[in-house]
């Protein structure tokens, strides 16, 4: 059964959840001054959003009082994809709003920052005391000699610290990069030397799972192949001494300085992500400050319904975007929860252990996360004090269908669950979280404000009910602005306008539903074509890991030479688990009977493990090219990969097939 067939929602909000929440407050706000529609709710703003996109945006800055110290000429002066112009003429700066409540003096004391690790051991910081410290490291970050538009980048965990690194390089209109400290020195450096950063923020080591993990050597040889560093500064999570030549992040820190926000074109970058990079160099992606500013906004505004009484915990890592999208909650003054951790130590529980600890509002976690800790069996509702949660949203992935229904039965009943998606590219969601429409099952509730959503088939006819690609017609002001070292734009075209030139095609099958919900079936350039029926493999991954046996499981489809059509199903198995014709016989049952006798696999192979991103997606592309005969060192780039090992079995594998 497809997620679109359960029709009851498993949750509804409230009448006045509905009069409540900030998106109607707003909506109602800009049909007085904007013209937007005062009835039809959602559906009929976002019709609007996407119809008025000039309107729209102009509500969004108006809404959330974005100070421009220079007035824009127009909201959207180029239209054109990519390449879109954004608010001409105007100046502003993201750390400026990011640190407005500190001039609140009913809030200047409360928590700006809600750090906890795997001790359990929790520190506040204040909003005074974070404004304070970015002050004072802007000042110095100064004296160092960055400009506007040098790069500073981090290897660092989810600590404080980098935050107030963060924020001290967008108040100097600096561009920030960060990566985990997991990150191995060639995955880092495939990063950062693209961009030739002047400063270099490291930890000595960090702990994780329980144990130290020292870092010394990596930070030396990052410090040895970044030719461009003029300063290194030393922060000791686990208390070693600086390293000779490096400056101490408490010297760096303890002044009581003003912040100074260098105001800077609304197009001027905040900072460079990066793709995960799995078949070559991660493509390095800019941002601009204005177009997040704005963006994030309208999510974590509008969309996760933060403000100044929410605690907002995203589990995530410095390497992946959700750490920048969690660091945006403090534009609507809500506190943030930095866990710097495990996500299973001491167990499974960890992360409702932190929510109830922090009293978190909105819980962010992975797919993956529901899935093992329904697989493991615990409660969290029942063990601990959850009461505070509001919502609970997941990205990474899909949410299968068993995801949402164990939120619903073992979290609470009355529980927004909203499955987000969007991805680095835009650092945000294209569908997801709606605080006023309903649940259902295995689906996202709608398109997002502004975002021009659709579903389209090869030759650009827009689908409803039926799967097409990821589209999205109009531009938003968080696209990139370009990739770094791509003077032409070539590789930036290539990568999101070749198909439908104007067009951002963003890689993933969707069906948008009669009702106008989202469904995700998974990468679209990692297809499963049978039969001239495409798939997506998020499908056949919700139903096989219903299975007790299989902890997690890899498909995919490959082109044989003569017109043939392979399609292995690899499974990771459970301890104890065997894979013997009765587990066979199962999973091609279950395929059968959840999806369609076209999705049962024509074998299916047990693998020592799925390899996954250094951001933990599974590695589909890489794989197939792997089982097509390309040479592992052709078919993806070492430095992407979790466990690299693990691709060996694939590269094995066809050899013994060819």
Not at 603 to 609: A, D, K, N, R
Request: charged content about 20%; overall charge negative; some cysteine.
């Amino acid at each position: 059964m497809t997620a679109a067939a359960y029709e009851a929602p498993l949750w509804q909000p409230g009448p006045d959840r509905i009069a409540a929440a900030a998106v109607t407050r707003f909506q109602n706000w800009a049909a007085e001054r904007y013209g937007a529609p005062a009835d039809g709710g959602y559906p009929a703003l976002h019709r609007w959003s996407v119809d008025e996109l000039d309107a729209f945006w102009q509500a969004v800055a108006d809404w959330f009082d974005v100070r421009f110290s220079t007035p824009y000429e127009s909201v959207i002066g180029d239209r054109t994809m990519p390449g879109a112009q954004w608010f001409p003429g105007a100046t502003l700066n993201y750390a400026e709003h990011a640190l407005r409540t500190a001039d609140d003096p009913l809030r200047a004391d409360a928590p700006a920052l809600l750090h906890v690790d795997e001790t359990h051991t929790q520190v506040p910081i204040s909003w005074s005391e974070l404004r304070r410290r970015v002050g004072s490291l802007a000042a110095e970050l100064r004296a160092l000699g960055v400009e506007p538009g040098d790069r500073v980048s981090a290897y660092l965990p989810n600590v404080p610290q980098a935050v107030v690194a963060f924020l001290a390089t967008a108040a100097v209109g600096g561009v920030w990069t960060s990566c985990a400290p997991d990150f191995g020195a060639r995955s880092v450096l495939d990063r950062f030397q693209q961009v030739e950063p002047v400063v270099l923020f490291a930890v000595d080591g960090y702990r994780y799972g329980g144990k130290e993990h020292d870092r010394a050597d990596t930070v030396a040889e990052l410090r040895r192949e970044l030719p461009t560093l003029r300063a290194v500064v030393h922060i000791p999570l686990l208390g070693t001494e600086a390293p000779e030549g490096a400056l101490e992040w408490s010297a760096l820190t303890s002044a009581d300085t003003e912040p100074v926000f260098e105001q800077v074109p609304f197009d001027h970058p905040l900072w460079v992500l990066y793709s995960s990079g799995t078949t070559g160099l991660p493509k390095a992606i800019v941002q601009s400050q204005g177009g997040i500013l704005l963006e994030h906004f309208k999510q974590i505004g509008l969309h996760c319904d933060l403000g100044p009484d929410d605690r907002f915990f995203w589990y995530t890592s410095t390497g992946w975007m959700m750490w920048n999208f969690l660091v945006s909650g403090l534009l609507t003054g809500t506190t943030l929860v930095l866990y710097d951790g495990s996500p299973g130590y001491p167990d499974v529980s960890a992360q409702w252990r932190v929510a109830e600890q922090t009293g978190a509002t909105l819980f962010g976690t992975s797919a993956a996360y529901v899935m093992a800790c329904r697989k493991a069996g615990i409660h969290p509702g029942r063990d601990f004090d959850l009461s505070r949660i509001q919502c609970v949203a997941t990205t990474g992935s899909p949410l299968p269908p068993d995801g949402f229904r164990w939120l619903h039965d073992e979290v609470a009943d009355n529980l927004w669950i909203a499955s987000v998606s969007g991805g680095t590219d835009v650092c945000s969601c294209f569908a997801g979280a709606v605080p006023t429409l309903p649940v259902h099952i295995g689906e996202l509730q709608a398109p997002c404000l502004g975002t021009d959503l659709q579903s389209w088939d090869p030759t650009g006819k827009p689908l409803i009910g039926e799967v097409g690609e990821l589209v999205v017609t109009a531009p938003l002001p968080s696209m990139p602005i370009r990739f770094w070292n791509d003077p032409d734009g070539s590789r930036y075209h290539d990568s999101y306008f070749d198909m439908y030139p104007g067009v951002w095609r963003h890689g993933d099958w969707i069906t948008i539903t009669e009702r106008g919900s989202v469904v995700i079936h998974g990468r679209s350039d990692s297809t499963l074509n049978r039969q001239g029926v495409r798939m997506g493999s998020a499908d056949i991954y919700e139903a096989v890991e219903r299975l007790p046996e299989i902890r997690e499981s890899l498909v995919i489809g490959i082109e044989e030479p003569d017109g043939g059509y392979w399609m292995p199903l690899f499974v990771h198995l459970a301890d104890g688990a065997a894979l013997d014709d009765d587990l066979r016989n199962s999973i091609k049952q279950t395929i059968r009977e959840n999806l369609s006798p076209r999705h049962v696999p024509d074998e299916v192979i047990e693998v020592p493990g799925i390899p996954h991103t250094l951001t933990g997606k599974r590695i589909e592309v890489p794989v197939k090219r792997l089982l097509q005969g390309t040479a592992l060192a052709k078919a993806v780039n070492p430095g992407s990969i979790d466990n690299l090992e693990l691709l060996r079995f694939y590269e094995d594998l066809a050899r013994k097939r060819a």
